[in-house]
């Protein structure tokens, strides 16, 4: 197949800001150039190599082919790599065990998997594997299984139990009580297959009071489902 690309009145060239050592590849602008480039494109050989060869004069221009044809080729390895081997595990900071150390939720109640990342006192991020073995699906629907709403709350407020049952906080085992939520929002149902990504984030303590506040978000494949703001109390 041939493609023709006329190209008038502009070239790419490096913006200014772009440092000569950096590892990233430059940004782009144009500017004027007064004739038209006709690129031929067939078989497996790239516009930009056509590009290139009609100015290999202009290094700027060359800088543009070459650059685009390493994001080619960075596209075609991925492509080639098996889905299985593309994506990295989420990492472990807490597993279960100690989880359930912590918390005092058990089966069929303990709602977190993993805490994939902590910040002493101020913040945790944790998942829930969702699947079709959760007690709660049989009836929530039979015939279109949905994470129950209320315990996507459950789950994020458990993440939040893990935040403030930390020395950090001053909180302990035996005075953790889930007190109120607000202006919670439900973006997106939750299946059975999904990966739900909770953070919780300390927004306010008062220790006298025994009452914290916090912020959460949960999410399913980086768009987020739920959100709300929680009241937790201790003591």
Do not use: W
Not at 96 to 104: D, G, K
Not at 163 to 169: D, H, I, R, T
Not at 179 to 206: C, E, N, S, W, Y
Not at 216 to 223: C, D, Q
Request: proline share 6%; charged share 20%; with cysteine.
């Amino acid at each position: 197949m041939v493609a023709t690309i006329t190209l008038s009145n502009s070239i790419l060239l490096r913006t200014p800001t772009t440092s000569p050592t950096s590892l990233v590849s430059p940004r782009l602008s144009a500017f004027s150039f007064s004739s038209r480039l006709s690129l031929l494109n067939s078989g497996s050989q790239s516009v930009f190599t056509h590009l290139k060869n009609k100015t290999k004069n202009d290094s700027s221009l060359s800088h543009f082919s070459v650059y685009c044809s390493s994001s080619e080729a960075a596209k075609q390895s991925t492509e080639e790599t098996p889905i299985e081997l593309r994506y990295e595990a989420f990492p472990t900071v807490m597993d279960i065990n100690q989880i359930r150390e912590i918390l005092p939720h058990r089966f069929p109640f303990l709602l977190v998997d993993r805490v994939i990342e902590y910040n002493p006192g101020v913040s945790a991020v944790a998942i829930k594997n969702v699947t079709i073995n959760d007690n709660f699906f049989p009836g929530h629907f039979p015939e279109r299984p949905i994470m129950p709403g209320v315990l996507m709350v459950e789950a994020m407020a458990q993440v939040g139990g893990l935040v403030m049952l930390q020395p950090e906080v001053g909180g302990s085992r035996e005075n953790f009580f889930f007190a109120g939520i607000d202006k919670v929002r439900f973006r997106k149902p939750v299946i059975a297959g999904d990966t739900l990504v909770m953070r919780m984030t300390l927004t306010k303590l008062q220790k006298r009071f025994g009452i914290a506040k916090m912020e959460g978000k949960a999410y399913v494949g980086g768009e987020v489902v739920c959100e709300g703001e929680f009241l937790m109390a201790m003591g």
